[in-house]
């Protein structure tokens, strides 16, 4: 993520949370900007994404489309560690660093994923699900440009996850960039079948994005073990 993209996360999370008022669904009282915000980030990737994760499809053979969201993979095992241990995950948090240690080494730079092979398998952790498990409530739901759903607590997530990036940490701004819209590539490459199916399936394909990705982040904040509605809500109201 680059500098204006992390300061478009910043302002967004940070003045919008103000605006939220009454209207739409109870989770999104920002839903006619957010309706706006998905529309064009639909449009680009409908004149640009689309095409070119479709013509990376094409052109890479399976083999080196795995080996390169493994790379990517890895790297991100540092970073998820680290959020293992701030949520008090303590041993999981050592198999998450015993993962890239071993698919970086074993596994060549993380290009293979033996780590999942020795039974360590791929945890998915961010500061955004770290916020969530100090308490934090979500706030708004909110539809970031280009970035899409996230919401006012996941979007100042980001910014951490941004600066703790190993991508970002990369000498050179031209190497560090060329790595991020290689993964950004590669990962909706993985989605564009997922994308075919919400096309036919949802009448409304931005209510169905929203229900589908508040429902994840839930899952994944509580462990799959989310609270009922009115629990959570009445923790988020004291």
């Given at each position: 993520m680059g500098k204006a993209q992390r300061l478009c996360v910043l302002l967004l999370a940070g003045t919008l949370s103000g605006c939220a008022t009454?209207?739409?669904?109870?989770?999104?009282?920002?839903?006619?900007f957010n309706r706006a915000m998905?529309?064009?980030?639909?449009?680009?990737?409908?004149?640009?994404?689309?095409?070119?994760?479709?013509?990376?499809?094409?052109v890479l053979p399976g083999i080196v489309r795995t080996g390169i969201?493994?790379?990517?993979?890895?790297?991100?095992?540092?970073w998820i560690s680290v959020n293992d241990l701030l949520q008090g995950k303590v041993q999981q948090g050592f198999e998450d660093f015993g993962r890239f240690l071993l698919n970086s080494t074993l596994g060549i730079g993380g290009i293979f994923d033996v780590a999942s092979e020795a039974g360590l398998q791929k945890n998915n952790e961010d500061f955004g699900q770290t916020l969530g498990s100090w308490g934090i409530g979500s706030g708004a739901y909110l539809v970031l440009p280009v970035l899409g759903p996230s919401s006012v607590r996941d979007g100042f997530g980001l910014l951490f996850d941004s600066q703790a990036d190993l991508v970002f940490q990369i000498d050179g701004v031209r190497v560090h960039n060329s790595l991020y819209v290689t993964r950004a590539i590669g990962t909706r490459a993985n989605l564009l079948d997922a994308t075919s199916v919400l096309e036919t399936a949802a009448l409304d394909k931005y209510a169905f994005v929203r229900a589908a990705w508040l429902q994840r982040r839930r899952n994944l904040v509580y462990d799959g073990n989310p609270p009922r509605e009115k629990e959570e809500a009445d923790d988020d109201s004291r």
């Open positions: 009454s209207g739409g669904s109870p989770s999104d009282p920002l839903e006619p998905f529309s064009f980030n639909d449009t680009v990737d409908d004149a640009v994404v689309r095409p070119v994760a479709k013509a990376y499809r094409a969201s493994n790379f990517f993979s890895n790297l991100e095992d540092v």
